[in-house]
């Protein structure tokens, strides 16, 4: 039984609006932890003559009932690449509406992702990003530091690469300091040295816009992710566009470089 149904602790996901239910996908095929690229913001409003900031908005609302679609199908772990460390390069406005943005939608929302018993994590760089930003997530992790029913992990400044190189850098101080043995670094043992230890490797790598690329998001835990690539701009996404991609997902063989 799930801890959800043990204890009813948690408030349910809203159903979504069009009546729509998950589709019905063993507990075994389902992935474990998704990976989401919510690309397409700026042509969606771009296609509606709106300023690109009007997309990230709606935007907000199709993460939020992808959200409440992954509760509903039993999903573990989401990760939402919502500022990457390559997205300073906009334009100084755009960047202002982005930190602003990104700390207004983790203030409004966390009371609900908490009640939902949803646990925030923060993954991504200090370096550059607001000050208030980084509150707001730490204020988010801590109150929702015991919840259990699915990790969602805030990408937030982040980048693949960035990870690595910072993953590098700690370890080296850590051989300095005698702590590791050359030659001995295992994967598992780097992998302590990543953002976020504990995050699962990545099963679902989502994007959306048709854009087929993973620009640089979790690139270490999604060495063998399984790509889907939707032609659909993100704030036109909703949880039926993720149960689609799961259903995908749950048709794919994974081999792990393995043998059939
Ligand atoms: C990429 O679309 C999207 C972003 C850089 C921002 C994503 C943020 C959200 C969807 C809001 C959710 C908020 C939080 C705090 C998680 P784009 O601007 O690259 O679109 P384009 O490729 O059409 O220009």
Same mark, same amino acid.
Request: glycine share 6%.
């Given at each position: 039984?799930?801890?959800? $149904?043990?204890?009813?602790?948690?408030?349910?996901?809203?159903?979504?609006?069009? !009546?729509?239910?998950?589709?019905?996908?063993?507990?075994?095929?389902?992935?474990?932890?998704?990976?989401?690229?919510? #690309? +397409? *913001? !700026?042509?969606?409003?771009?296609?509606?003559?709106?300023? %690109?900031?009007? +997309?990230?908005?709606?935007?907000?609302?199709?993460?939020? #009932?992808?959200?409440?679609?992954?509760?509903?199908?039993?999903?573990?772990? /989401?990760?939402?690449?919502?500022?990457?460390?390559?997205?300073? %390069? %906009?334009?100084?406005?755009?960047?202002?509406?982005?930190?602003?943005?990104?700390?207004?939608?983790?203030?409004? %929302?966390?009371?609900?992702?908490?009640?939902? +018993?949803?646990?925030? $994590?923060?993954?991504?760089?200090?370096?550059? /990003?607001?000050?208030?930003?980084?509150?707001? /997530?730490?204020?988010?992790?801590?109150?929702?530091?015991? *919840? #259990?029913?699915?990790?969602?992990? =805030?990408?937030? *400044?982040?980048?693949? &690469?960035?990870? @690595?190189? #910072?993953?590098?850098?700690?370890?080296?101080?850590?051989?300095?300091?005698?702590?590791?043995?050359?030659?001995?670094?295992?994967?598992?043992?780097?992998? &302590?040295?990543?953002?976020?230890?504990?995050? *699962?490797?990545?099963?679902?790598?989502?994007?959306?816009? +048709?854009?087929?690329?993973?620009?640089?998001?979790? =690139?270490?835990?999604?060495?063998?992710?399984?790509?889907?690539? =939707?032609?659909?701009?993100?704030?036109?996404?909703?949880?039926?566009?993720?149960?689609?991609? @799961?259903?995908?997902?749950?048709? &794919?063989?994974?081999?792990?470089?393995?043998?059939?």
């Amino acid at each position: 039984m799930s801890k959800q $149904r043990a204890d009813q602790k948690w408030v349910k996901p809203t159903p979504h609006k069009s !009546g729509a239910t998950p589709p019905k996908i063993k507990k075994e095929s389902l992935p474990r932890h998704v990976a989401l690229v919510m #690309d +397409g *913001n !700026g042509r969606w409003a771009k296609q509606r003559g709106l300023e %690109r900031t009007k +997309g990230h908005e709606a935007g907000e609302l199709a993460l939020f #009932d992808v959200v409440e679609g992954a509760l509903e199908i039993g999903i573990s772990e /989401l990760s939402v690449y919502a500022f990457s460390t390559e997205n300073w %390069r %906009r334009s100084p406005e755009e960047v202002k509406f982005l930190m602003s943005f990104n700390r207004d939608v983790i203030r409004k %929302r966390r009371d609900e992702m908490h009640q939902r +018993g949803i646990k925030i $994590r923060w993954v991504g760089r200090e370096a550059k /990003l607001w000050r208030s930003v980084v509150a707001e /997530l730490e204020e988010a992790e801590e109150l929702t530091k015991n *919840n #259990d029913l699915m990790i969602l992990n =805030m990408c937030i *400044n982040y980048g693949g &690469r960035a990870e @690595i190189v #910072d993953g590098v850098n700690a370890l080296l101080t850590d051989l300095q300091k005698r702590k590791l043995k050359p030659g001995k670094i295992t994967e598992k043992v780097f992998a &302590r040295y990543l953002d976020e230890p504990k995050m *699962n490797d990545v099963d679902l790598f989502f994007r959306s816009s +048709g854009e087929q690329r993973t620009s640089n998001f979790l =690139m270490w835990q999604s060495a063998y992710a399984e790509m889907v690539f =939707m032609d659909v701009l993100w704030p036109d996404v909703d949880r039926r566009t993720l149960w689609k991609a @799961i259903e995908i997902y749950a048709e &794919r063989e994974r081999r792990f470089g393995g043998a059939k």
